[in-house]
């Protein structure tokens, strides 16, 4: 196996002749950057006409994302991927984010097959026939690939448990194969390569799985290394920019394995020589003109949502974060940022000042934060990029025992360098997090949580605003609080968080997440978001501190 580097597009010394070559393009994690797929119709069209056979196929993750697929629910992808010819994809955990049904009508739309090896009906706790097909067999050119589609085990708590259960949330109705020590997804992939090999010249690995350790044991160098038969590994979900690395099979044989980053910045060329030979480099799409028919359909799209979500709300002299200015990191997930403090501020706010409900605590999962705005006008627009999901605010009466399971549980991993998703930045609320005491939380092998931590609690010293006071108060373990979020998290068990059972809803459905946030900038004092302007700067002792990137000191990692 030869890896090549990357040639920029358009290049002197790009090949000239590629008869006889097999070109797999690819991509991975588009999360709705579809302004990039003329550029992706450009390369394949190009390669046509240089004499190669092209296939085109996405590892995952691309109905969810940019406002411009999360408005239509992914259908505007699912056009453009069938405009430029998608070959085939496997689905991601994203994929799920519109619910199963949401997922399923998105597959029915598509003009290309979608493969997952690991994704099944369950009923009873037994696992059933799959979903879709394990494998794809594509034949160019005389030769015969076949494309073994996986699923990230993750899919269940980054998208949403209760997606995979009945209507009554009784019981799950679809499984993805993992397992603790990640063998049910090793066995269900080898099986899977072994059908595969009866009809075809290769096999190669269509996986939404990425290198992340947090990812572990379901990564794709685990899988890899865990079975034989792979001739080459196209990854995705965790936007690594991976041009080209050999990971060793179970019995020692060479895979290559590649991944093209995130939002189409680059786009994967995996190439099959004359000689068999697999090569494989990755092309910024920067350097690609785009193919014009598509570039029209596309842009009509975008020019649709921009004057439906352009309308200026709001503007602000501050840049809010959720990566850290200085290193570029992304910290949302794993301690406070100004950008969290705001999201967690908007729903607060809302219950408080809008529904006017009595809200003592908001929390937001990191992982349903998206994006850095920098100082300037907010849009409509603004607030569906920093927050894209969809999830509707609810409120809950929970007891302060569930709330310290909460932040418990999503604080497992600070410290640690892993990020979580379940992270969560909060309002009206304090706490500290002590990162030198173990994890203890229980949770099932779907990572999903199932009891409170067995030893020592690494989160302590939660403090709850008191509105009638003004000061920050001991969390009482028996006592009842009103707290805010979004459903996904307080009721649909989003990112695993099931410790609300038997909590009592107290209004649910009020507003989308963008909508909760775009609610809370039209209600700052002359439209500035700041500090000083925000309506909560009204309640004595309440900290406010939106012009420091790593927030006003709710949370304290020790």
């Known amino acids: 196996m030869a890896f090549s580097l990357a040639i920029p597009a358009g290049a002197a010394n790009w090949d000239d002749d590629l008869t006889g070559h097999i070109v797999i393009l690819h991509t991975n994690d588009v999360h709705g950057a579809i302004s990039s797929y003329a550029k992706v119709a450009a ?9 190669a056979e092209v296939l085109l196929m996405d590892a995952g993750d691309y109905i969810q994302g940019e406002p411009y697929v999360s408005v239509s629910q992914g259908e505007t992808a699912i056009r453009l991927m069938n405009y430029v010819g998608y070959d085939v994809a496997t689905i991601g955990n994203h ?56 699923t990230t085990p993750e899919s269940f708590t980054k998208s949403t448990p209760a997606y995979f259960m009945d209507a009554g949330q009784n019981e799950y109705i679809y499984g993805i194969d993992g397992g603790d020590d990640g063998q049910a997804l090793y066995d269900a992939v080898q099986k899977a390569i072994d059908e595969a090999w009866l009809y075809a010249d290769f096999v190669i690995g269509l996986g939404h799985l990425g290198v992340d350790g947090s990812s572990s044991p379901w990564t794709s160098r685990e899988v890899i290394q865990h079975t034989v038969g792979f001739n080459a590994f196209i990854d995705g979900h965790s936007h690594t920019v991976m041009a080209g690395e050999t990971v060793r099979d179970a019995e020692g044989n060479p895979v290559l394995l590649t991944q093209t980053g995130c939002y189409l910045g680059n786009i994967g060329r995996m190439t099959i020589d ?45 840049n809010f974060y959720i990566n850290d200015p200085v290193t570029g990191d992304r910290l949302i997930r794993s301690q406070e940022t100004n950008m969290g403090d705001l999201v967690a501020d908007g729903i607060y706010a809302y219950f408080n000042e809008i529904e006017q409900l009595d809200c003592d605590i908001a929390i937001m999962n990191g992982g349903g934060i998206r994006a850095d705005v920098p100082a300037g006008d907010w849009t409509y627009m603004t607030c569906k990029t920093v927050s894209p999901f969809g999830n509707v605010a609810c409120l809950m009466s929970v007891t302060g025992a569930q709330i310290q399971n909460a932040l418990e549980f999503g604080a497992r991993y600070a410290g640690s360098g892993q990020e979580n998703g379940g992270f969560l930045q909060v309002a009206g609320a304090t706490y500290e997090i002590h990162t030198d005491i173990p994890n203890t939380v229980q949770t099932d092998d779907q990572n ?50 099931a410790m609300f059972d038997g909590a009592t809803l107290v209004k649910d459905y009020v507003s989308e997440d963008y909508l909760v946030l775009s609610s809370y900038a039209m209600l700052f004092n002359g439209g500035s978001i700041t500090s000083a302007n925000s309506p909560l700067a009204d309640y004595a002792g309440y900290l406010l501190d939106y012009e420091n990137p790593y927030g006003a000191g709710r949370i304290t990692l020790l």
Not at 118 to 133: Q, S
Not at 287 to 305: G, R
Not at 476 to 491: E, F, I, K, S, W
């Open 274 to 318: 004359t000689d068999r030979n697999f090569t494989t480099e990755l092309i910024s799409s920067t350097n690609v003109n785009p193919f014009n028919e598509t570039l029209i359909l596309q842009t009509d799209w975008i020019n649709a949502v921009d004057d439906m979500l352009g309308e200026k709300i709001a503007e602000s002299p501050v």
């Open 95 to 150: 994929e799920f984010d519109y619910d199963m049904e949401g997922a399923l009508a998105a597959i029915e739309r598509a003009d290309f097959p979608y493969v997952s090896c690991n994704f099944y009906h369950e009923e009873n706790g037994v696992a059933g026939d799959n979903v879709l097909d394990s494998y794809q067999v594509l034949e160019v050119g005389g030769v015969k690939i076949a494309f073994v589609g996986i």
């Open 448 to 497: 999903v949580w199932t009891g409170p931590a067995t030893g020592t609690p690494r989160v302590q010293n939660i403090k709850i605003y008191n509105k009638a006071t003004g000061a920050y108060e001991p969390l009482d373990p028996a006592r009842t609080y009103n707290m805010a979020g979004m459903n996904y998290t307080l009721r649909s068990l989003g990112d695993g968080f």
């Open 43 to 51: 390369l394949k069209a190009e390669y046509e006409a240089k004499g």
